[in-house]
Structure formats: C-alpha cells, structure tokens
C-alpha cells in the first residue's frame, strides 16, 4: 500500500492531474463523486477525504454521519473525455469508512470485497464478465424517441450509433478497461458493448465507469443514454446478463472434460444455488418497479427459474465451452438489468453459488424445451417455480430471507427495504398514462 501510495503521488505529477474525483456508490448503486486538487492527494491517500452522509440513500439514519471517503490507490485513472488545459482530471474508487477507520457497513464496495475474501478463504478468486444492454434516445424528456430502427447486429446506415459505440470504447481503453465486442441490440436503438472478464471487484468498478463513459459520450454527441430497464413498451429490455466462473490458482473450478456441458460438480452445485437462492436475491438484481416491465413473457427476459445450454429463456446458460480452452468454462446468469448495484449483485451471486457448493445443491434436469407454450399443468409436473412478478413480491422475499441477510448485513438489507417499500408506495398511488387512456372514456 505505500508503495501504491506513492506511485499514485509521482503519477499524478508526471501527468499533470490537477483534480481528482473521489468515487463510490451509495446503497443503490448511483454514483457519488466530489473533487479534490492535487494539493490533497496525499493527504487523502493517508487520511481519506470527510463527506457528510446523511443525504445519500443508505447512509441516513445513522448516529454519526461523518464519513470518510478512503482512496483505493489501484484505481487511478485519467478521465479522457475531460479538458487536458490546465492539468488533467483522475478520479479514484474508494471505500467508504467512519471518523476512526472502520469500514461503514452500509457501503457496497465492502459488502463486496468482504464476500469475496470469503471466496479468497476458500481458494478461489471469483471472475465475471457482465454484458451491460442500454438505449440511446434523442432526449430523456417526454416519450423516448429512438435514433434509429435497427435490429440485432444491425450495421449503417441503420445503426446511426456507430460513431458513439466507438468513442466509448476509445474511452473505456485508455481508462484499462478491457472491451471485447460492441454492436446494435435487438431493440431499436439498444447498444451493448461487452467488457472482457476481470475479478468482481475490478469488474464493479469498472462496470460503474462503463455506465457513466457511456452516458458521456452520449452527452457529447448531443443525445441521452439510458440504462433503464424497459423503457419501450413493444420491444426488448436491458439485461446485465453475468457470466460468472470460479478458479483456484490458474485452474477454472467449473471445467470438466467430461462432465456433462463440461462443467464440474463444482460448477452444477453453484448452479444450484444460483437457482434456489434466486427468489431472495431478485431484489438486488432487479431493484426497480420498472425492473418486472423486462420480466415477463415474449420479451427474451428470463422468468422461470431454470437452466440449460442452448435456451436463452432460462435463468441460468451454459455457454457453449471449448474442450481444450478450460478457461472459457462459465455460467451466465440472466436476470439482473443494468440499473442494478453491481457490488450487490456480484455478492449476492457469489454467496448462492458458494452456497450451492457448500449444501451440494443440485440443479436438477436441464430444461431445453420452451416453457411458455407448456400448460400450467405441465409446469407444475416438473415443479417450475418462476421469479418475483412485483417489486412488492421481490420485497416481501428479501424480507424473509436469511440467505440475504447474511450476505449483505442487516444493516445493509434494512435500508435496501426501507427505500424499495417507499418505492413501491410511491407506484401504487401513481395515476398512469395506461389507466387515464383505458379506463377514463369508459367508466
């Protein structure tokens, strides 16, 4: 860490960083952010940096609201969208702590490294490659109006975004984060660029620059990025669909050259516990009212809670593994949406699947055949539980969950659920735009 520290301080002169943004998220996964100038850099590595708490989701209500913002010396990056004239603009992820050093259990990047030193106690080191869908429209006022009419894989002229995707994957590797494809979503107007597979907490990290590089760029070009949900109403929504694989050294625990999908025990056990613990975890992976607009029928949204190979309904796919690559060997986890809080979410997945491992839960049969024209029925024969339909159902879950409580802390839990319960408080009184067009001519 000293070393760490002073590389930062001889970086920043050689570089000419005259300002330094201070980054971290509050309990739902937006980003905070205040400035300091080079003058108290190191001051700051030493000391961290005071920020009042008490307006941010997740840090009221405690006694002491005088938090410290400690900076993580191994997330300094320029910021390369930023004006070089007169010294240029890093910032740096931090954890979040109290006047006397200790880690604020409401923070979600220690949720997040706390489960994954649980992981580290056992051997392993947890790698995930999220794939992050959003949406470029013309303006984030009034009803969304698209760039363009382009399907997947769409190139131009139909795909008007080209200029944008590119500069943001400029962006995204001059900051080290490494991008391995980008291209036109299903939707009109849907994007997604997938960043190549890291550590889970690079990878948060990462995935909260991702999210704001894009709505930059976005901003630059004079338009509006959005990582809703479901914004449109007739088409496809965002996924943050996870691939996710678990190694020991330089060993990828989840292969097996013959195994069945050549997955190991291990990795049908994690998926076991991806699969029985999904219910209680549905509100970390999709925290918003509009969450459960993506969640349901004809729309490519997982819903039930199932896993298979080639079947991109199911919750859970196995991507297809290279016999002589072991390292490709992975589970894709497709509920969570990219309005979620990727420390969160990486926890609570990590936590099932070890979970999973620990209880040698198995996943049951594969499921490759298409639910949604099978008959209650039928799906009751082969005992298919489905995901939460509501917030309000997500909610009453996570409330009652043990599993959850663990992984994230009661405190933690506990703010999560105050602020969705307003939430969805807040929706029930709501007067929409469906019920004035359907129901006021007519009643």
């Not at 490759?368 to 159902?393: A, C, F, H, S, V």
């Amino acid at each position: 860490m000293m070393g760490d520290r002073e590389y930062v301080l001889a970086y920043a002169k050689e570089n000419n960083v005259k300002f330094i943004r201070l980054w971290f998220t509050d309990i739902l996964g937006f980003l905070k952010s205040f400035a300091i100038t080079v003058e108290e850099l190191e001051q700051a590595l030493y000391e961290g940096m005071g920020f009042d708490g008490s307006s941010l989701s997740g840090y009221a209500g405690i006694e002491e609201t005088d938090m410290v913002a400690m900076p993580d010396p191994s997330t300094l990056k320029i910021l390369p969208w930023r004006p070089k004239e007169g010294g240029t603009v890093a910032r740096m992820f931090c954890d979040v702590q109290d006047h006397v050093g200790i880690n604020f259990k409401g923070d979600p990047r220690w949720i997040l490294k706390s489960n994954l030193a649980k992981a580290k106690d056992k051997g392993y080191t947890y790698y995930v490659g999220p794939e992050l869908e959003f949406f470029y429209f013309k303006s984030p006022e009034g009803t969304p109006q698209t760039l363009d009419r382009g399907g997947y894989l769409d190139l131009t002229p139909l795909d008007v975004a080209s200029d944008l995707r590119r500069d943001t994957v400029f962006y995204l590797e001059e900051m080290g984060i490494g991008v391995e494809y980008s291209h036109h979503e299903i939707s009109a107007s849907q994007h997604e660029i997938g960043l190549r597979y890291t550590d889970a907490l690079t990878m948060a990290d990462n995935a909260m620059t991702y999210k704001l590089v894009v709505k930059e760029v976005a901003q630059k070009y004079g338009v509006y990025a959005t990582f809703m949900p479901k914004p449109l109403t007739d088409y496809n929504g965002s996924g943050m669909h996870v691939h996710q694989s678990l190694f020991k050294g330089d060993k990828n625990i989840f292969f097996n050259l013959r195994g069945s999908y050549y997955l190991s025990d291990e990795a049908k056990f994690f998926v076991g516990g991806l699969l029985k613990y999904a219910p209680d975890f549905t509100l970390i992976t999709n925290q918003w009212v509009n969450s459960y607009k993506r969640l349901v029928p004809d729309f490519g949204a997982p819903i039930f809670i199932t896993w298979a190979q080639r079947n991109r309904s199911n919750l859970v796919r196995i991507p297809i593994s290279k016999p002589n690559k072991p390292s490709s060997a992975r589970i894709e986890f497709r509920s969570p949406d990219p309005a979620c809080n990727p420390y969160l979410v990486f926890s609570v997945m990590l936590a099932a699947g070890l979970k999973g491992m620990e209880e040698k839960i198995e996943p049951g049969d594969p499921f490759e055949g298409n639910i949604l024209d099978m008959n209650e029925m039928e799906k009751q024969r082969i005992t298919i539980r489905r995901l939460p339909e509501t917030l309000l159902g997500a909610i009453k879950l996570a409330e009652e969950s043990e599993f959850l409580s663990g992984v994230l802390g009661e405190y933690a839990l506990g703010q999560i659920l105050e602020n969705k319960k307003r939430e969805w408080a807040r929706y029930r009184k709501y007067v929409s735009g469906y019920e004035i067009d359907n129901y006021l001519p007519v009643l």
